[in-house]
């Protein structure tokens, strides 16, 4: 409680009662007035004006060049978040004296990214970086981002990919994951017990509504639940335990509906249409969704592409392509969607274009080293977790 002196209007903050206090101070001695406090505010305010600096070039000291990328940074901030760089810059090493520094054996886009975290405090983990981003995340020594990566590679474990993780923990020293991963192998890999079906197609006579599934185990095919309809061209997909069948021709013109295979039911349903008749498309599944693309429709061949969302049971447009492709292969390899070859009226195609669904654009990858249209494409994932398209 505060207290007045006698002939006095005003408080006098200086002292208090402290009626059973055990620290009483002798009588008096003025008590002085004291009030503790902490910024919540004041790292994270900090941290974005230095942040602004580093994008304006303001103040910054080193020039970290990866590649063919140049990182303006503070040396100070680099040291404080990365062991890596703290015994660099104020070691003996003749880094420590140059404004620019090489840093080899790392990927640009990892570094900016492992930059912009030790400025923001903030990163997304995806399969498109995740390879490339625990490798940059060791040699700097952000033990953070290292367990952030396992953590995200523990949840995209199945038994397709468990191996290839569990090698890619063992190249990187990740204890952790490479336990996990161990374990789920030892779990699951013989429970998986994977199918090959050959849906649709023509027996030279007829457009065929057949279905026909492999087992490898037996070397055995045989005939399941056919389709409603009569596909020729059509593409198919695997989604959450499902088969889709997309599109196609019943042999008198394109389709744009779609019908989706329980293995357990043996039974096909119909789900929404795409909004584009297609046949002879691309199909694939990438970040959870079955991207279609080109094919033909009744009267020419098609750039454009749509996606479906099986949490809603909707196709949407997606940005097309900058080629016009019928008889085009669709495939994911290290994180992103891929579209190969194919015919775009005139000309048989080599060339490979690359999504982006960041920036919603389609981008030339390249090309193959012979034309094709209707090439088969699949996807070998190697022991080291690398991914080729074949």
């Not at 023509?202 to 639940?225: F, H, M």
């Not at 593409?235 to 069948?245: H, N, R």
């Not at 196609?248 to 509906?257: F, H, R």
Request: glycine content about 8%; hydrophobic content about 35%.
């Amino acid at each position: 409680c505060l207290s007045t002196r006698p002939g006095e209007t005003g408080m006098d903050v200086t002292s208090r009662c402290t009626l059973g206090d055990p620290n009483k101070l002798p009588e008096g001695v003025p008590q002085p007035a004291r009030m503790p406090y902490v910024s919540d505010k004041h790292p994270r305010q900090t941290l974005e004006v230095i942040n602004l600096l580093r994008k304006h070039r303001e103040l910054c000291d080193v020039v970290l060049v990866v590649g063919a990328k140049k990182i303006y940074a503070h040396r100070v901030i680099l040291s404080a978040c990365s062991p890596y760089f703290r015994a660099m810059f104020t070691g003996e090493l003749a880094e420590s004296r140059q404004t620019e520094v090489v840093i080899r054996d790392i990927d640009e886009r990892a570094m900016e990214l492992l930059i912009d975290f030790s400025y923001t405090s903030q990163i997304t983990v995806e399969e498109g970086n995740v390879q490339t981003l625990l490798p940059a995340a060791c040699l700097l020594q952000l033990a953070e981002i290292q367990e952030a990566c396992c953590e995200f590679l523990k949840r995209q474990l199945d038994p397709s990919n468990c191996l290839g993780i569990r090698a890619f923990a063992d190249t990187h020293s990740c204890r952790e994951l490479l336990r996990i991963a161990d374990k789920f192998t030892q779990h699951n890999f013989q429970e998986n017990r994977g199918y090959l079906y050959a849906v649709g197609g023509q027996d030279g006579v007829s457009c065929l509504n057949i279905v026909e599934r492999y087992d490898p185990k037996e070397n055995k095919w045989t005939r399941v639940a056919s389709m409603s309809t009569r596909r020729l061209g059509v593409a198919v997909a695997v989604l959450g335990g499902f088969l889709y069948a997309v599109g196609g021709s019943d042999g008198t013109s394109p389709l744009n509906t779609v019908e989706r295979y329980n293995p357990q039911e043996n039974r096909w349903h119909t789900i929404a249409p795409m909004g584009t008749r297609r046949k002879h498309l691309g199909c694939a599944v990438y970040q959870d969704m079955i991207y279609a693309v080109g094919g033909r429709d009744d009267t020419t061949e098609l750039s454009s592409a749509e996606r479906y969302n099986p949490r809603t049971n909707q196709w949407s447009p997606v940005v097309a392509m900058t080629s016009r492709r019928s008889g085009v292969g669709l495939a994911v390899v290290n994180g992103q969607l891929m579209a190969v070859g194919g015919f775009d009226g005139t000309t048989y195609l080599k060339t490979i274009e690359v999504f982006d669904p960041d920036a919603n654009t389609w981008r030339l990858y390249g090309g193959m080293n012979y034309r094709r249209l209707g090439g088969g494409v699949g996807v070998i994932k190697m022991t080291h977790c690398e991914s080729h398209i074949w």
